[in-house]
């Protein structure tokens, strides 16, 4: 009982020692290890003395899991216009961004499908069928395409005209050899059909006025749809985006939310050295006519699809044309029209367009960039396209731009 007693008792008095007591108790005896050092581990029995743990992992807390997550590339592709219409967005949204992406491309096939020519139920079949004829009744959306058609073809004086597709008949562009060409005879034939002012509208209802009257939009539908997706992606919130159709590109905001999206100039040769400059675009197209895309090789010369619509002929002022501006449709179609005039007639088309600015390489490899390029490209490096202030004394396209050389 006594024994009993006294065990007891030592309990007790050992759960009443505090920790402070123990460590003393610890400190006071030459055996005892020495204690942690804050931040490291206690040596264990048989660990070399000169072992540095690894870093202890972080407790999780709240703040754990309401971290951004990382910014990713998201990208979707499709064949659209002939081509592969391609959309990227940086987000961190991926699961939301991505039905959003689809919708795009949706919008972008199905404008193909109303503008197509080659679709005998488009708007476009349509109103060539019925060339000659009574008005019919299209789409509001083809109307505002038309329109607009129109208001560049008064614009450039005829040089960007739709109705021009009363010529293609003639060429063939589909094969890389040819053994004949149009003859002059039968190119003369046509011209008179190719007139803008040929075209009426009213309200939702248009008609060309002649028989075998023909227009084509692919100079403007492409670029449409490049804005109409543009727009989707910003109505959704997202700002940090690049649009590809074929070799034509709009971009928004910034590649990585780092720095702005550089898009380079293409040259249909690749034969430039040094390259053609990079153009940062943010909020603008880049939009590029060029004669390496249709085209055929007779008697050892190129013939292009660019036709020029005084001439009934591949145009021959330039081999490519590239035109930066804040809509992709005005890129689109001001890249037509310059390629057509050259740089002296062409270039001042761009201070119509504010914040567009272009450069030409002509058949002999001559380079010209507009008057105000430096500006355009300035202005996407700080942010965007904005309305540019020429120079004292001199406009966008004054004899012709600045000539860079061969």
Known sequence: MIMLKRFTFALIALALLTPSAILAQDEGSSDAAPAAKPGRKADLPGQDKDWIPPPEQEDYTKDDYTREAAIEEVTRKRPVFGGLFEVNVYTREKARVIPILERALDEARRIDGLMSESNPESDVSRINANAGGKMIDVQKETIDILEKAVELSKLTNGAFDVTYN????????????????????????????????????????????????????????????????????????????????????????????????????????????????????????????????????????????????????????????????????????????????????????????????????????????????DQVIAANKEGGTKKEEPAKGTSAGEKGGKKKGK
Not at 192 to 211: F, M, T
Request: aromatic letters at 10%; proline letters at 9%; charged letters at 25%.
């Open 166 to 373: 009363a010529l293609t008949p003639l060429w063939k562009f589909d094969e890389l050899v040819q053994t004949s060409i149009p003859k002059p005879a039968e190119i003369k034939k046509l011209l008179p059909l190719i007139d803008y002012k040929k075209i009426r509208i009213q309200k939702n209802q248009v008609v060309l006025l002649g028989k075998g009257m023909s227009i084509g939009l692919g100079g403007l539908a492409k670029g449409y749809a490049v804005d109409r997706v543009a727009a989707i992606f910003r109505e959704a919130g997202i700002q940090d985006f690049r649009i590809k159709a074929g070799h034509s590109v709009y971009a928004s905001g910034k590649a990585l939310g780092k720095k702005p999206w550089e898009i380079a100039i293409p040259d249909p040769r690749e034969a430039k050295k040094p390259p053609l400059p990079k153009a940062p675009l943010n909020g603008a197209a880049l939009f590029t006519s060029w004669d390496n895309e249709k085209y055929f090789v007779y008697n050892g010369r190129r013939y292009h699809n660019i036709l020029d619509p005084a001439t009934g002929m591949p145009a021959d002022k330039a081999r490519s044309v590239s035109v930066i501006a804040p809509s992709a449709l005005d890129a689109d179609a001001l890249a037509v029209a310059i390629f057509i005039l050259g740089p002296e007639k062409g270039f001042p088309l761009l201070k119509k367009k504010p914040g567009s600015a272009a450069v030409l390489i002509t058949p002999s490899d001559e380079i010209f960039f507009s008057d105000n390029f």
